[in-house]
């Protein structure tokens, strides 16, 4: 019997052809042979098809599937049907892989039993000064284990999406990416979390991913603020606020906390508090809800949120809560 390949890449690509060629070298360079490579053109009107038909007949591990213009989750799905491997790795046209990827994510995933393995990324490109993103990545490269990655799932996404290897039958269980008016990547981890997904993260750097302009994430509606705000409340909503009964206290009174504060009020869930340690701050009403010092914070039954933008600032309110006897997870959820 003719056997499938050990991992699938899953590639989608759209008028990359300024970056695809290293992309493809860095994929035909990999110590772990035995793989495929799914790629899914998405409709390119440069020369990005071609380029794409050139590595196929020159590697016969290099599948190719043409489509029209759809979109990237469309694109994501097309792969994810054709692909035959029990591992897949997710891989973008414009980053490049390091030789030992696959096969460290390989042994990786065997070695911890997790769904999804990550891997620590190196920024590079046109906009590597980029402080916000610099600051992404570092905060992203420090997420390795399961714990780490989840306790951080509602601030910001925990992996970096093109350096993930997941489990082919896991992904195909959750019907793949979902086109939700949200980051498809972030809506995916989420989705993963409540279905009992294993995460974790190497912690090699195995991916160089490129910053530049013309990235979705800088372009699309669906990666702005108010987007990942919108997908974290609905991930609440089925989670910890299910019960429309049950309020919030909010920690910060600070514009992230405010912004927290207007959502959960579209949903109907109250807010019964803020806590703040600025004492200008205290004894006042925002929302209608008072603001309350550390000493007079709830304590379990509400949903407290960790609704500060510092990671400083969220250490503090994690030690004062945890020492108050709440459990983060539980009761306490840092957001951003």
Not at 17 to 37: F, P
Not at 122 to 136: C, D, I, K, S
Not at 236 to 265: I, M, N
Not at 280 to 309: C, E, F, M, N, T
Request: proline fraction near 6%.
């Amino acid at each position: 019997m003719n056997r499938g390949p050990r991992v699938s890449v899953l590639l989608p690509v759209r008028d990359a052809a300024d970056t695809l060629a290293q992309c493809l070298e860095s994929l035909a360079r990999q110590t772990l042979t035995d793989h495929e490579v799914v790629a899914v053109d998405d409709g390119s009107v440069d020369a990005t098809a071609q380029l794409l038909e050139a590595a196929r007949r020159a590697d016969p591990r290099v599948r190719v599937i043409h489509t029209p213009a759809r979109g990237l989750v469309p694109a994501l799905n097309a792969g994810l049907a054709e692909a035959r491997a029990p591992l897949l790795a997710r891989m973008d046209a414009d980053d490049e892989a390091a030789p030992e990827r696959f096969e460290a994510q390989e042994r990786g995933m065997d070695a911890a039993g997790v769904d999804a393995l990550g891997s620590r990324v190196e920024l590079f490109g046109g906009l590597r000064g980029n402080a916000g993103m610099q600051r992404y990545v570092a905060w992203q490269n420090e997420l390795l284990t399961h714990a780490q990655i989840t306790r951080e799932l509602f601030v910001e996404s925990p992996l970096a999406h093109p350096s993930v290897m997941l489990r082919t039958e896991r992904l195909r269980d959750l019907a793949g990416w979902v086109d939700d008016d949200a980051p498809e990547d972030y809506d995916l981890w989420l989705r993963a979390h409540a279905a009992g997904w294993l995460f974790g993260k190497l912690p090699q750097v195995l991916l160089r991913w490129r910053d530049h302009s013309r990235r979705l994430t800088r372009q699309d509606p669906r990666y702005s603020a108010a987007a990942f705000q919108r997908r974290k409340l609905k991930a609440l909503l089925a989670g910890p606020l299910a019960d429309p009964a049950r309020e919030v206290v909010v920690w910060g009174a600070g514009p992230t906390g405010k912004s927290w504060s207007r959502a959960l009020s579209t949903a109907a869930r109250r807010v019964a508090a803020f806590v703040e340690v600025d004492p200008r701050k205290l004894g006042q009403r925002i929302h209608a809800a008072p603001v309350l010092g550390v000493a007079d914070a709830p304590g379990r039954g509400p949903l407290h949120l960790a609704a500060v933008s510092g990671t400083e600032a969220r250490a503090r309110i994690r030690d004062v809560t945890a020492a108050a006897g709440l459990t983060e997870g539980l009761d306490l959820i840092a957001v951003a």
